[in-house]
């Protein structure tokens, strides 16, 4: 079979999968689960870029994502009143004296090279100095802020601008990190970045739990606007529910599942716009030469090709489309919630995808996406059914069918190891390999 036909009908089947959803538990629950497939599937995209491309092993997705959660909060979210009179300009000038900061350390250091006894003492005080300086603006700035009205408020809030334009700040936001991260680590051991991008991530959500200020910590930004109508507005329509009867549809259950068409389509335009610039780049001149950086670094260096350049060049691009995917997913939930950024769902699952769908394949990636997505979801009904099945003889009273029945949940973490022991056993490149050009 050729790879076309075999990508078609691993395509065909995985809707097939979704359709059953559908039918079997109802469209609501498979069109919400389309929408994190397609956000899922954009994070993989990111991933790919990095480690399918450049072979660049970065582990900081989680904080990439939360990155973007962050820009729809700061776009979308409303203004509080009284927020900035009580400590935005604090705030502001805290965070130009740390910008200020790091400007004159950098010069210095770069200046100072070749007096190696000055250069660490001399940048140290200017640190110092710009700390102390950040802190005496903004600790009074920041306790201030957080005192208007901490139930419902307690930071600065938004622009209260379409949350839509925050996919965009939101992939500005992680490129940006990730530019500062590449400058540091990149050009060293290839397993400094994957420590740099771990730390960095947990660094971002911890910054993002505890600055109440900025994002309301631990208490969560909730209500954010959607770019699509809501439930309510499209019942209150007569003239959706005059459609709605001439479909011989229930008004309200019509209308969650239009909201849902119209998250899908909006977020399948993202999808199709990255995955058409991924192949674009992959078929172009740089996509062979990133390949060629992938396959062999020094043999690409010797051939003139600045390799720490180029690996910058693509971690920035692939830690962008994650920004992206993340603001996608706080528009989706109409909330932020710091606290739902773990490792497992924002960096192993990720991983996975790319692995499974397979690495240095744009579609393979996609397919990952959907793939680990929907059984990540399905696993714990689909387990709970065959516990039930398996345990239909015993008493109803059983502490051993009560404790298996517990353990439903735990059907997610043994079908992720199961798929992925068949996928590298039966197919070690994924079920779209990667396509030798």
Known sequence: ??????????????????????????????????????ISAIMALGVNIQWGYAGLFSIGSMGFAALGGLAGVIISAKPVPGAWQAGGLGVIGGLLSALVTIILGTFVWRRLMHLSRW??????????????????????AIVAIEKIDPAAAGYLGGMGLPIILSWVVGGLFAAAVAWVVGKVSLGLRSDYLAIATLGISEIIIFLLKFEDWLTRGVKNV???????????????????????????????????????????GLFSIVLLFVLYLSEVA??????????????????????????????????????AVVGIAGAMLTTLDGQFTPTSYQPLRFTFLIWVMVIIGGSGNNLGAVLGGFVIWFFWIEAEPVGLWLIELITSGMAQNSPLRAHLLDSAAYMRLLTMGLLLLLVLRFAPRGLIPEVKR
């Open 222 to 264: 909730t209500g954010l606007p959607r770019p699509v109508p809501y439930e309510v507005e499209l019942v209150k329509s007569q003239a959706f529910q005059d459609f709605a009867i001439a479909i011989g549809a229930n008004t309200t259950a019509a209308a969650s599942i239009t909201v849902k068409l119209c998250y899908a």
């Open 119 to 140: 250069r660490y003492g001399v940048t140290g005080v200017i640190v110092l100095a710009g700390f102390i300086t950040m802190r005496s603006l903004m600790g009074p």
């Open 1 to 38: 079979m050729i790879q076309s036909q075999r990508t078609i009908m691993l395509f065909v089947g995985m809707a097939t999968l979704l359709a059953l959803v559908g039918i079997g538990q109802g469209w609501n629950v498979a069109l919400l689960l389309v929408n994190m497939c397609i």
């Open 282 to 319: 992959l078929r172009s001149p740089w996509g062979r030469m990133m390949r060629a950086i992938r396959d062999n670094e020094t043999a690409a260096a010797a051939m003139g090709k600045n390799v720490t350049a180029r690996h910058l060049q693509v971690f920035i691009l692939g830690s």
